[in-house]
């Protein structure tokens, strides 16, 4: 049995069974070999197995109905930096995409960086929570910046944490991490006034040493004062 193989069986029995939902214990009990196969073979680096490359293989209308178990809420936090290491050492140099994706390619590398992040944070790691967060925030930025139905979330430091805060919580299924923040922020912004203030004494981004007001400008023809934003 290959990975492929295992797919297609997945997926013809999807079709024909058509659930509303579907989970590890279902493959177990309509594919008893698909799942031995994946439990023995498809692991991650940190041996648990990788459901996350089996749902992303399937086709795309059952990706969303994809459950996973639920975990017990009694889970205990740890830190283990070592685990977020892990992740990170494979993509050093291309953690620029979270500032500025140059294409789809990109953008779905940011998504394999992030998602191995969440599932480390869902499974107690506080480290690998602060790092998402923190790279995850430089993306909330950029798109505050360059997206009018985002731009009403400036100022809103405290709400945006919350927001993805739950967002990381609560990912489930197998798609792009960062689309499902931005629709999560898109909708939330929604009651939001676009209206606002903030300190001057604010980094211009999250983790900048540069201060809102080094961006402070005045028109030498009109003395009008405004902040500085670039293209």
Sequence with gaps: ??????IRIINTLLVEKDPDSFNSSWILKHAPSCYWF???????????????????????????????????NNRHSYEDYSEVKTVL???????????????????????????PLVRLAQRGNMSAKREVMK????????WIERHNALTRWQGYREKIQHQLEGCVRRYRYTGSFLNY?????????????SLYAYSLDEPVTFGSTRLKIENVVQDEETNEIYIYRRK
């Design 181 to 193: 923040v931005f629709r999560t922020l898109l909708y939330a912004g929604r009651g939001l006034s």
């Design 135 to 142: 790279l995850v925030h430089y993306s909330i930025d950029d």
């Design 1 to 6: 049995m290959k990975f492929d193989h295992v």
């Design 38 to 72: 994946i439990s023995k073979n498809i692991r991650t680096e940190f041996g648990y197995i990788d459901w996350d490359s089996i749902t992303v293989a399937l086709d795309r209308k059952f990706q969303r109905r994809w459950t996973p178990r639920r975990k017990p």
């Design 89 to 115: 050492n494979q993509y050093q140099d291309k953690l620029y995409v979270f500032l500025s994706p140059a294409d789809k390619s990109d953008e779905r590398i940011r998504d394999i960086i992030t998602i």
